[in-house]
C-alpha cells in the first residue's frame, strides 16, 4: 500500500471511530456466559419430579455419596471420555476442582510424586499461549512458575512441551483446553494428544490438567472427535498423568451445574481421600434434577444442538462483520472454531491493548488484553478475545462493527508510523 493510500486509510478510520463514539454505545463483549435464552432453555433442569431417590433406593436428600451420582456420571462419562467408575461428579463449579486439585498436589502428594509440590524448589506449569486468564490465576496465587507454550492449529506446540517436560523436574504440570480451546477454538489433533500421553517427562508425578469444559458444545453438524487421553496414556505407561475436568456450566445453568473430576482409579482414590476430609457429599439433588431434564448422552447431545441454534448466529455474525470490515487488509487474522465460546482476533504486535482501549473508549468492553498470557503479559500485545454468546444478536454485531473500527484505526495509524520512521 502506497503512503498516500495508508493516509487516506488512517483518515477514513479516525471519522469511523469519532461516529461510533458518538454512537454512545454500551456493550460488553467481555465474559464467555450463556444468554439469557440459553439459560431459559435448561430451565427443565429446575424441576423435580417423583420421589428423590437414586435408581439403587438411596435417598438423596441426605448425606453421603460423595463420588456423586452414578446415573449423571453416566449422562457424561461418554463425552467426557471417561469411565462411569472413574468419574467423580461433585459441586457446580469445575475451576473449584481444578484449584482443588492444585491445593491437593501441593499439600498432600499424588501419586507417584516423591514429595509434596509446595517442597519443590521453583515448582512449574507450562502454560499454552493464547489461554485461559482463571488457569493462570490460580498458578499465579500459589507461586506456580508459568511457562507459555505458543499453540499450533493442532494444539500446543509438542516440540516445546516435550523438550521442556524432558529436562526439567519441576516441571509439574500443563494446562490444557483440548477442545474447541478457550480462545481460539483448537481442537487438539490425535497426534498431539497421543504425544502428551507417551512423552518422557523428567518429572514422575507430571500431570496434565485436561479442562475439557467445551467437550459437547459443538457449532457445526459435524462434532469434533479429541483422541482419548486416559486410554492413550494408560496405554503408554502413564495411566496417572491425566486429570480430567468438565462441567456443565454452559450447559444447563453456569452457577447451578455438575461438574466433574476424572481420572486413573489411583488418582480418583487420592481425590476423594482429600476430598472426603472436605464434604460429607455433593448437592445430589441437583444432580438428580440434571438426571431428569437430560435423560441420557444422547439427551445431553440433543440439548447442545438446541443451544447451538442460538449461539451459532452469533459466531456466524462475528466472522461476517470482521471479513467484511477487516478481511484483506492484512490488519488483523482471526480464527473461525467450530465449537466452544470464543474467538481470537489477532492485530498486528503492540495494538491489541490500544484497541481494547478504543474500544472502551466508545462503550464496547472486550478482555483486557493480555488475559490470554500468564501474568496478563501478552508480549507480543497482539491476542484479543471475543465472547460472542452473551449479548444477543444486534449488540453482537454493533460492537463487531466498532471493534472492527477500532483495529482500522490503531493498526492503520501504527503502520503509518512505521512508514514514516522509515521514510
Ligand atoms: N474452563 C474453561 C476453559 C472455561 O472457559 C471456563 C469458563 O469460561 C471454565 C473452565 C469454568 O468452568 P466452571 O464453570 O465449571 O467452573
Redo the contacts with the bound molecule.
Keep these: 500500500m502506497s503512503v498516500d493510500e495508508l493516509v487516506g486509510q488512517v483518515e477514513r478510520a479516525r471519522r469511523d471511530y469519532e461516529a461510533l463514539v458518538a454512537e454512545g454505545l454500551k456493550l460488553d463483549l467481555t ?2 456466559k450463556p444468554s439469557p435464552k440459553q439459560l431459559d432453555a435448561a430451565n427443565g433442569v429446575l424441576n423435580l419430579s417423583g420421589d428423590p431417590v437414586g435408581a439403587d433406593g438411596t435417598d438423596l436428600r441426605n448425606y453421603g455419596g460423595l463420588t456423586g451420582l452414578p446415573e449423571v456420571r453416566a449422562i457424561f462419562a461418554p463425552d467426557l471420555q471417561v469411565p462411569v467408575d472413574q468419574l467423580v461428579a461433585a459441586g ?7 484449584h482443588d486439585a492444585i491445593v491437593f498436589a501441593l499439600l498432600g502428594t499424588v501419586p507417584g510424586a516423591e514429595q509434596r509440590w509446595v517442597d519443590v524448589e521453583g515448582i512449574t506449569f507450562l502454560c499454552p499461549v493464547p489461554g ?1 486468564d ?2 493462570f490465576g490460580i498458578c499465579e496465587r500459589y507461586g506456580i512458575k508459568m511457562v507459555p507454550v505458543p499453540m499450533t492449529p493442532d494444539g500446543p506446540d509438542m516440540d516445546v512441551v516435550e523438550r521442556l517436560v524432558a529436562e526439567d523436574a519441576s516441571v509439574k504440570g500443563i494446562w490444557c ?1 483440548p477442545k474447541y ?2 480462545p481460539d477454538g483448537t481442537v487438539y489433533s490425535d497426534e498431539t494428544v497421543r504425544r502428551l500421553a507417551a512423552m518422557p517427562t523428567a518429572a514422575p508425578d507430571f500431570r496434565i490438567f485436561w ?1 475439557n ?2 467437550a459437547v458444545h459443538h457449532l457445526t453438524d459435524s462434532p469434533a472427535q479429541l483422541a482419548d487421553i486416559l486410554a492413550l496414556s494408560a496405554e503408554h505407561g502413564n495411566a496417572d498423568r491425566p486429570f480430567v ?3 456443565s ?2 450447559i444447563t445453568f ?1 452457577g447451578a ?1 455438575v ?1 466433574f473430576f476424572g481420572s486413573s482409579p489411583a488418582n480418583i482414590e487420592w481425590w476423594l481421600s482429600h476430598t472426603v476430609k472436605r464434604s460429607i457429599g455433593p448437592d445430589k439433588i441437583n444432580q438428580l434434577r440434571h438426571v431428569q431434564f437430560l435423560r441420557d448422552a444422547e439427551g445431553l447431545r440433543e440439548h447442545m444442538r438446541t443451544l447451538a441454534e442460538l449461539i451459532r448466529p452469533k459466531f456466524d455474525a462475528v466472522e461476517k462483520i470482521l471479513s467484511a470490515e477487516l478481511g484483506g487488509t492484512g490488519l488483523a487474522t482471526w480464527t473461525t472454531p467450530a465449537g466452544g ?2 474467538v481470537s482476533l489477532q492485530v498486528p504486535e503492540g495494538c491489541a491493548r490500544e484497541v481494547v482501549a478504543k474500544a472502551k473508549a466508545a462503550g464496547i468492553a472486550i478482555t483486557p488484553a493480555g488475559a490470554t498470557h500468564p501474568y496478563g503479559d501478552d508480549p507480543t500485545d497482539s491476542f484479543i478475545r471475543i465472547a460472542p454468546t452473551f449479548p444477543e444478536l444486534p449488540e453482537v454485531e454493533s460492537a463487531m462493527v466498532g471493534l472492527a473500527t477500532c483495529v482500522r484505526l490503531v493498526a492503520s495509524e501504527k503502520l503509518l508510523a512505521q512508514q514514516n520512521a522509515q521514510a
Design positions: 465474559r464467555g457446580n463449579s469445575s475451576l473449584e476442582l481444578m485461559y482463571r488457569h483446553v480451546s478457550n479442562d469444559a467445551y475436568f468438565g462441567s456450566s454452559k453456569a451445574g461438574a465460546y470464543f
